[in-house]
Antibody, heavy 122, light 107 residues
């Protein structure tokens, strides 16, 4: 059973880069067939998918981020990471790492980290 | 992007009630619709995928139905542990994956 754990600064200054890491245990990030994803939830708001990456490096992102996001995989550490440049207060949220699995008809997020709150301040 | 709209945004119910939550997509998504349960301070948890397939371990009082643009999550005989926020999510046309705004089920 996969376990995911986010880590990174809880406070980021406006205009700087928000960087988070997700550590995966209970399985190999390079051996799995799932995609690795980041999802966030602003205070009192709904969920927003940020982007996903396969262990081969194939990645795709939410266009709403206007190319500010980059997700990468480090197979040697069994981790994947998120970098979000030019952070603003609108990026203040709980950030979750997750896996998503495909069936014949859908793709859903089946394992989640506990989430980490990142506050962007001026 | 496909917009997902849930209704109601919140509802009050009692233990034993039957609860229905609706999710509407801005365009047809076939049956590529998933439901999550999120309890306060915790990550979401997958309940139902592909409109109607229960994730392993999810009680049978949960059920999902629908197709195209209109979907429903039903909880039969609401239990104390079911008080939470429920989110729908589409995977038909990506990127991006999009979620509904959530429905809070409270006493």
């Amino acid at each position: 059973h996969l376990q995911l754990q986010e880590s990174g600064p809880g406070l980021v200054k406006s205009s700087e880069t928000l960087s988070l890491t997700c550590s995966v245990s209970g399985g190999s990030i390079s051996g799995a067939t799932s995609y690795w994803a980041w999802v966030r939830q602003a205070p009192g708001k709904g969920l927003e998918w940020l982007g996903s990456i396969y262990n081969t490096g194939n990645d795709y992102y939410n266009p709403s981020l206007q190319r500010r996001a980059t997700i990468s995989v480090d197979t040697s550490k069994n981790q994947f990471s998120l970098k979000l440049t030019s952070a603003t207060a609108a990026d203040t949220a709980i950030y979750y790492c997750a896996t998503h699995t495909s069936t014949m008809t859908t793709r859903y997020f089946d394992s989640w980290g506990q989430g980490t709150l990142v506050t962007v301040s001026s | 992007d496909i917009q997902m709209t849930q209704s109601p945004s919140s509802l009050s119910a009692s233990v034993g009630d039957r609860v229905t939550i609706t999710c509407r997509a801005s365009q047809s998504i076939g049956d590529s619709l998933n439901w999550y349960q999120q309890k306060p301070g915790m990550a979401p948890n997958i309940l139902i995928y592909g409109t109607s397939t229960l994730q392993s371990g999810v009680p049978s009082r949960f059920s999902g139905s629908g197709s195209g643009t209109d979907f429903t999550l039903t909880i039969n005989s609401l239990q104390p542990e079911d008080f939470a926020t429920y989110h729908c999510q589409q995977s038909s046309s990506v990127p991006p994956y999009t979620f509904g705004q959530g429905t809070r089920v409270e006493i």
